[in-house]
């Protein structure tokens, strides 16, 4: 069946803890290279250019705002993949004040 390379590619995808921790950030909605970069505490040139490899891939999509790009979840597979593997995400989680992130400069404020 043709599917199963897809498949696979999506697996493989999912393998590295780095890329399931962005996408597990993406289920709690847009976030910028920033914000990830905040998260993972790691450089902004390995953040991004996981997110390129998911965004070739088909997973993640991005919108501009201004200056900043904020990258989505976008394929449902994958969106479903990760709820079965981490469990639902948790509506309570606390916005981190300490992000340079705008969106989270604005949360952190009101």
Partial sequence: MPEYAERVELFHLLSLEN???ILDELRYGDACVCHLQHKLRKPQAY???QLRILKDAGVVDTDREGVNIFYRLVDPLASYLIDVALGPIDVGRPVDARCPCPRCAVKSTT
């Fill in 47 to 49: 953040v991004s250019q």
């Fill in 19 to 21: 890329r399931l921790r």
